[in-house]
Nanobody
């Protein structure tokens, strides 16, 4: 059974940094794309960043230059380094894996709150 478990969320002041991790277990197949999405209160879930099998990354305009996605293939972990955090980055952050066969997997989410 595939499980994705996020960690690293918390409360941080504006301008601060956090590093999110997403550890996957039960992965016995190839992954096409790994990513991070977020959902703020009262809003729909939105794309944050993705990294594909070849290593190419893609970011939402709102986080470009501040966030960086990376992965450790050997450990099946994907990271999201978040710098220069803003109050509008407050949300629940979810990791997402898409398998080569199109199956989609989500973690349970980790809360990020940016506030002074």
């Amino acid at each position: 059974q595939v499980q994705l478990v996020e960690s690293g969320g918390g409360l941080v002041q504006p301008g601060g940094s956090l590093r999110l991790s997403c550890a996957a277990s039960g992965i016995g197949f190839s992954i096409r794309r790994r990513g991070w999405y977020r959902q703020a209160p009262g809003k729909e879930r939105e794309f944050v960043a993705t990294i594909i099998a070849g290593g190419t990354t893609n970011y939402a305009d709102s986080v470009k230059g501040r966030f960086a996605i990376s992965r450790d293939n050997a450990k099946n972990i994907v990271y999201l380094q978040m710098n220069s955090l803003k109050p509008e980055d407050t949300a629940i952050y979810y990791c997402n894996f898409v398998a080569l066969n199109g199956a989609v997997y989500w973690g349970q989410g980790t809360q990020v709150t940016v506030s002074s």
